[in-house]
């Protein structure tokens, strides 16, 4: 609720830039990252594992099973309070409102863009939480109970980013199972890079040769991948490989409520001739997917 005592011109100007200021800055988050609409407090998301393949009928019909995997999200609040002064106002500084509230925009944006990323970087541990088989997210060991596929696997690389790594990553990526045992088939193209690997990932990226040797060797990468994700909440050393063309993506965002403007009101004591307060709010929360869709290639 809005109280009544604030000016509507300053509500809608407030309402506005906040809006405008969503759909302006780049969320990069997207490309790793999916929404799932929460209607409660938690919830528990359900998806089935992958379809059986064909079974030979010579001998009569096999019945097949498919797994169900299950993870509770949780979202957090968030808010963001800005205010201006009555002077400000008065003074016909009404512009400095709009660039308050833009920033609170853009900051929400921002926000999402680092806890998703800061989320991804440390999905080699447990600090926010684990994959829906129990493991980290990156790891060794990955197996999904009551699955027909029954052997470890692993999305977790440890190789410094190079040419030659980043195709013994690539190949590992391909090498990746579904639960019945059949490879997905995933197409990894999204490399998510730190800023202190820009150089050595556009080389891989956009280079028509393979830049580490005089043969001139095609470099087989150079159109096959999306232009790299730079982000800096990952640590200097950490790349990762995302196949992004999926339905889904490797993190999920639970989104119960959208930033949005949730109150204003005004304070007559406050110095300047008061002050107008805004109360941006949201609430969210970064969990991790299917590890299938990621590849760490260095923590």
């Known amino acids: 609720m809005i109280s009544g005592n ?16 969503l759909k302006e800055y780049p969320a990069d988050w997207k490309k790793v990252a999916m929404v799932a609409s929460l209607d409660g407090s938690a919830m528990d998301l359900v998806d089935l594992g992958a379809a059986p393949m064909p079974k030979s009928s010579k001998s009569g019909i096999t019945v ?3 797994i169900e995997k299950t993870i509770e999200v949780k979202p957090e609040d968030w808010d963001i309070t800005v205010w201006i002064s009555q002077n400000a106002i008065d003074d016909d500084r009404t512009g400095s409102l709009l660039r308050r509230c833009k920033m609170a925009g853009q900051n929400f944006n ?6 998703v990323f800061t989320v991804l970087n440390g999905g080699d541990g447990s600090t926010y939480g684990a994959c829906y088989d129990a493991s980290d997210f990156f790891d060794n060991d990955h197996v999904d109970a009551g699955a027909n596929y029954q052997t470890s696997q692993s999305n977790e690389g440890a190789l410094a980013l190079s040419i030659d790594n980043f195709e013994t990553t690539w190949m590992a990526a391909q090498g990746i199972r579904d639960d019945q045992g059949e490879y997905t088939l995933y197409n990894y193209d999204q490399p998510v890079v730190p800023p202190a690997l820009y150089r050595e990932i556009m080389q891989i990226v956009k280079n028509e040769w393979s830049y580490d040797t005089a043969m001139r060797e095609i470099n087989p990468y150079k159109g096959s991948l999306k232009p790299p994700v730079v982000s800096p909440q990952l640590d200097s050393t950490a790349w990762h490989l995302v196949a992004s063309g ?3 993506k490797p993190l999920i965002v639970a989104m119960r409520t959208q930033p949005t403007l949730q109150d204003a009101w005004f304070d007559p004591t406050a110095p300047n001739g008061g002050r107008h307060y805004f109360k941006f709010f949201a609430r969210y929360e970064v969990h991790y997917g299917d590890w299938r869709l990621a590849y760490q290639g260095n923590t």
Request: charged share 20%.
């Open 246 to 248: 999926e339905a889904i």
């Open 6 to 21: 604030v000016p509507k011109h300053l509500t809608a100007g407030a309402r506005t830039g906040f809006l405008v200021a």
């Open 64 to 66: 097949q099973d498919m």
């Open 110 to 115: 921002k926000h999402l863009n680092n806890r």
